[in-house]
């Protein structure tokens, strides 16, 4: 196969590791910026060009970022156009991207997660608060990533100035209960293909509550229990995504789900959790070129 992998920089680890990663199994692999793609809107030939040139893929693993998630998923849905094979459909990327409409789907599904508020008047602070319980509270922006954007306030005063605050910035957020017992860690479970393939605990570093690797959190292997394993899989399927990285937080009353990610990082849990998560995801994406071509041969 010639597999696409949609990325702005073929050097970040995660690039370079699908791409070894399907070399290996004998593909041939071109990494393409998204960014620099641009398509041909025709009903009979539907084409994404890059530098002047058509790109013809069998399939294409999008690395979509979340600040160019419109123009990243329109790259992507022309691809489905064209008859390509997304590892992500473009319509679940953009589901998942959408925190709130996120966090709808899945309490639509019944799968758990955090007590959480949305409101867009101030005047309605002291409600939304109401809602939620506490303090503390956790407030987050809805266009944040990687940890930027989400405060913790311990008290109610607090909470009011910080929501007061980026409501004047006309910032939508949402409000969500502080689960205390997991003192500053959370799980990251890593799906494809309806499974879990690897885990870790991420712990905060000392003085901060939120556990992203990228703000100095640690991380090592561990080990789901069926209802954690459960509620991932529901969470991934929820949004339509073939792979996912779903976000945990292990309370007293059960695996709650905080984030689906369509575009999870693989350093972090190759490294803790020592699973080959590249070629576990190439070798999804050829079982599902498998089954295309079975379906072409029945359907003539």
Not at 152 to 161: I, P, V
């Amino acid at each position: 196969m010639h597999i696409g992998i949609l990325s702005r920089d073929r050097t970040l680890y995660s690039t370079r590791r699908l791409a070894e990663a399907a070399a290996q199994r004998g593909h041939e692999v071109s990494v393409v910026d998204y960014l620099r793609c641009y398509m041909d809107i025709t009903p009979a030939k539907p084409r994404v060009l890059f530098r002047g040139e058509a790109l013809r893929f069998d399939a294409v693993i999008p690395r979509i970022g979340a600040t160019y998630t419109f123009y990243g998923t329109a790259v992507v849905r022309q691809f489905e156009m064209s008859g390509v094979y997304s590892l992500n459909p473009s319509q679940a990327i953009t589901r998942s991207r959408d925190k709130l409409h996120a966090l709808q789907l899945l309490a639509r599904a019944r799968v758990g997660m955090p007590v959480t508020g949305f409101a867009h008047a101030t005047k309605d602070i002291e409600g939304l608060l109401d809602l939620v319980g506490g303090p503390p509270v956790v407030v987050k922006l809805l266009e944040g990533t990687q940890g930027l954007g989400v405060v913790l306030a311990e008290t109610r005063k607090a909470a009011e100035s910080v929501i007061g605050a980026f409501r004047q910035l006309d910032a939508n957020i949402l409000v969500q209960e502080y689960i205390k017992e997991t003192r500053g860690s959370d799980v990251r479970a890593f799906v494809v293909g309806g499974r879990v393939i690897a885990a870790m605990r991420r712990r905060a570093a000392p003085g901060e509550f939120r556990s992203n690797l990228h703000r100095g959190g640690t991380a090592e292997a561990i080990r789901l229990t069926a209802a954690e394993r459960a509620t991932a899989v529901k969470a991934a399927r929820t949004m339509g995504l073939n792979v996912a990285g779903v976000d945990l937080l292990q309370s007293e009353r059960g695996p709650l789900v905080l984030e689906v990610n369509s575009s999870p990082g693989l350093e972090g849990i190759e490294k803790a959790s020592g699973v080959d998560v590249a070629a576990a995801v190439i070798s999804f994406i050829e079982e599902q070129a498998a089954r295309r071509r079975k379906g072409r041969r029945v359907a003539t």
